[in-house]
């Protein structure tokens, strides 16, 4: 019998609500019974239709009384119905705070009735390496996270990060970030390329949410030094608190008329097949699951060697690593790669060889393992109780 897996998980453009999405659209494809859960609908999901993916919206009511309506109570509560009213198996929670607690919670709830079932926790970045160990937080999050049946970071060095942080109990599988390269993929586009760049010039793109951990005005930065060097347009796509300063910086460097800012984009792969280059210069990043996207649509990367970025992205091959903050460093690395057609098109191929490694059907699999072997242990202890 196919698993019912219940998966909860922040509903917009950041990655860790996109890689749970993918997550649950791969399951479904493989003929499990995907129940998302959370306030909105997934950016993600409404790209198509998959008979196996139901959407439970958790509504917040607000009352005047509400400063701060409790989302983690309706969390748990719409986590009872929908394990009792679905019949679930397994929950599995993306990014700990608060999932893992309304998780923990919903579950105390269950056991009353024998209905409890074992929850996840992937863990995969900023609740681990920004907000996570606020002590505002930090003591709720190293109790749900030790409570979890299982423990997933999405990289080596988030797993190395989370057991600095905190006195965690437990093992924590290293399941990395997955892509699917049927969709992503580069295709022609040329006729978009030429309205984009008409004389030619090399295309660079960043995607990202534009908060302070991405360092967007350093892409602009950047890209002034490349300009200098090498005829090429930026495309910066998405959206963030960010974005007006680094539009203003783009203005007051007098690159303006050769970034395009699009904003939130649904269709990536699209714009991803028409680039040269992608820039990431973050302070931080678990994993860089942008920068994977960019590399099956065989797109070299220029980023920094902060977190599990050295875990993708191989010096020389598929791109360079810089120290965070080093405009000099990463401009001139983008000039080298960008400088030389033959040396482009090395680094492209080895961009989609790397990705290959994380291709969707090698990583699924180890979710789909691990969801087995939690879902037998809590049976046998609950048997034992
Ligand atoms: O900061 C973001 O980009 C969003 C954040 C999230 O949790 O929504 O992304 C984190 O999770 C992604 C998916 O696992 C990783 O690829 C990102 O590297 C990670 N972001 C950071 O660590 C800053």
């Known amino acids: ?80 119905n929908v394990i009792v009213n679905q019949n679930l198996d397994i929950l599995h929670l993306h990014y700990a705070i608060p999932h893992a607690s309304a998780a923990y919670f919903a579950r105390q709830i269950l056991k009353k009735t024998g209905r409890d079932i074992p929850f996840i926790t992937t863990l995969h970045g900023t609740d681990i390496t920004l907000v996570g160990r606020d002590p505002t937080y930090a003591p709720v999050v190293t109790f749900s996270i030790n409570e979890s049946d299982a423990i997933t970071a999405v990289s080596e060095n988030l797993k190395q990060e989370t057991l600095r942080s905190f006195k965690i109990e437990k093992d924590i599988h290293v399941i990395p970030n997955f892509v699917d390269i049927k969709r992503f993929h580069q295709t022609d586009k040329e006729h978009f390329k030429q309205m984009l760049a008409p004389d030619g010039e090399r295309i660079l793109v960043h995607v990202s949410n534009f908060r302070a951990v991405k360092r967007v005005k350093d892409v602009i930065k950047i890209f002034e030094k490349i300009r200098q060097e090498v005829p090429s347009k930026l495309l910066m796509i998405g959206d963030g608190p960010d974005r007006q300063a680094s539009e203003d910086l783009a203005r007051s460097l007098g690159v303006y008329d050769d970034v395009r800012f699009l904003g939130k984009q649904e269709q990536i792969s699209e714009i991803l097949s028409i680039a040269d280059l992608f820039i990431l210069p973050s302070e931080t990043e678990s994993f860089g699951l942008s920068a994977l996207e960019a590399m099956a649509c065989s797109v070299p990367l220029i980023s920094t060697n902060a977190g599990g970025l050295p875990e993708i992205n191989i010096e020389g091959e598929t791109g360079y690593l810089s120290d965070v903050g080093d405009i000099a460093s990463m401009s001139q690395h983008a000039i080298h790669i960008l400088s030389n057609d033959d040396r482009l098109q090395h680094f492209k191929k080895a961009a989609i060889a790397q990705a290959r490694h994380f291709e969707k059907q090698r990583i699924i699999p180890m979710y789909e393992k691990l969801y087995c072997e939690v879902i037998a242990a809590y049976k046998l202890e609950k048997e034992a109780v």
């Open 1 to 80: 019998m196919k698993m019912k897996i219940g998966i909860v998980c922040y509903p917009t453009f950041g990655g860790s609500g996109v890689l749970a999405t993918e997550l649950g659209i791969a399951l479904s494809d493989k003929g499990y019974e995907v129940h998302f859960i959370t306030y909105e609908q997934p950016v993600r999901l409404n790209q198509a239709f998959h008979p196996n993916i139901y959407f439970h919206e958790v509504k917040v009511p607000t009352y005047p009384l509400f400063d701060f309506p409790p989302y983690e109570t309706a969390l748990a509560s719409a986590m009872v």
